[in-house]
């Protein structure tokens, strides 16, 4: 999983992020609410583990943000010494999907952010989207009925752009999604976008892959063109 600590306690930040990492999980962190809701609603993460009280911006406010700013769901695990009946509905109230008080075992907590990732797993194999159906247990696409040859990671980059519709997702973004531990230069997922195109786009009268100069990849139905 890629998961997002959002915690202004330097040592319990280093404990959480030392054991998620040691379990496989690739964390990123951010020590203040500001910043935390800026990789938020700017990377994909699997989930969001958020502390109650933080500086510049609070867990609470956070959360309602992400909801109302985020274009897809990214489950959110509060973290807080606060343990009340209350403390927890406001939690709630304002996005949370689960709530751990402090202190807590870390085993816990890993456990707690996979049951999230599972809830959150599509159930539907097959996604469409216009002309374009993916099935993501078969790992093979369609476009107007015709199956589309894809390189297994060609297959990846069009699965993250179709769940990602209508945004767009940045070169970076891909890179991180496609090779987490270890990115290779620019060319390699430049190379695996031309060879989606030759399947996806050649054959067929208009384009579904589009490139944002600048900014990354987007897929567009014909009738959304301007």
Same mark, same amino acid.
């Given at each position: 999983?890629?998961?997002?600590?959002?915690?202004?306690?330097?040592?319990?930040?280093?404990?959480i992020?030392?054991?998620?990492?040691?379990?496989?999980?690739?964390?990123?962190?951010a020590?203040?609410?500001?910043?935390g &809701?800026?990789?938020? +609603?700017? !990377?994909?993460?699997?989930?969001?583990?958020?502390? =109650? $009280? /933080?500086?510049?911006? *609070?867990? #609470?406010? &956070?959360?309602r943000? +992400?909801? !109302?700013q985020?274009?897809?769901?990214?489950?959110? =695990? $509060? /973290?807080?010494?606060? *343990?009340? #009946?209350?403390?927890?509905?406001?939690g709630f109230?304002?996005?949370?999907?689960?709530?751990l008080?402090?202190?807590?075992a870390?085993?816990?907590?890993?456990?707690?952010?996979?049951?999230?990732?599972?809830?959150?797993?599509?159930q539907?194999?097959?996604?469409?989207?216009?002309?374009?159906t993916?099935?993501?247990?078969?790992?093979?696409?369609?476009?107007?009925d015709?199956?589309?040859?894809?390189?297994?990671?060609?297959?990846?980059?069009?699965?993250?752009l179709?769940?990602?519709?209508?945004?767009?997702?940045?070169?970076?973004?891909?890179?991180?999604?496609?090779?987490p531990?270890?990115a290779?230069?620019?060319d390699?997922?430049?190379?695996?976008?031309?060879?989606?195109?030759?399947?996806?786009?050649?054959?067929?009268?208009?384009?579904?892959?589009h490139?944002?100069?600048g900014?990354?990849?987007?897929?567009r139905?014909?009738?959304?063109?301007?």
């Amino acid at each position: 999983m890629r998961i997002l600590l959002i915690e202004d306690e330097p040592a319990l930040a280093r404990n959480i992020v030392d054991y998620l990492q040691l379990c496989g999980h690739q964390t990123d962190y951010a020590a203040d609410g500001q910043q935390g &809701l800026q990789l938020a +609603l700017q !990377q994909h993460f699997d989930v969001i583990l958020l502390d =109650l $009280m /933080l500086p510049r911006l *609070d867990g #609470l406010s &956070l959360c309602r943000q +992400l909801r !109302q700013q985020a274009s897809r769901h990214t489950p959110v =695990l $509060m /973290l807080t010494a606060r *343990d009340t #009946l209350d403390d927890k509905v406001q939690g709630f109230h304002a996005g949370a999907d689960d709530y751990l008080t402090k202190p807590f075992a870390l085993a816990e907590l890993g456990l707690r952010c996979q049951a999230l990732a599972r809830r959150t797993q599509p159930q539907d194999y097959c996604l469409s989207i216009g002309p374009l159906t993916l099935d993501r247990r078969a790992h093979q696409a369609w476009r107007d009925d015709q199956l589309l040859q894809l390189h297994p990671l060609g297959f990846q980059i069009l699965q993250l752009l179709a769940e990602a519709y209508p945004a767009l997702l940045s070169r970076q973004q891909l890179s991180e999604r496609l090779w987490p531990d270890d990115a290779p230069d620019s060319d390699a997922l430049r190379s695996h976008i031309y060879l989606l195109r030759q399947q996806l786009d050649k054959p067929f009268a208009n384009a579904l892959l589009h490139t944002v100069h600048g900014v990354g990849f987007v897929l567009r139905l014909p009738e959304t063109l301007p």
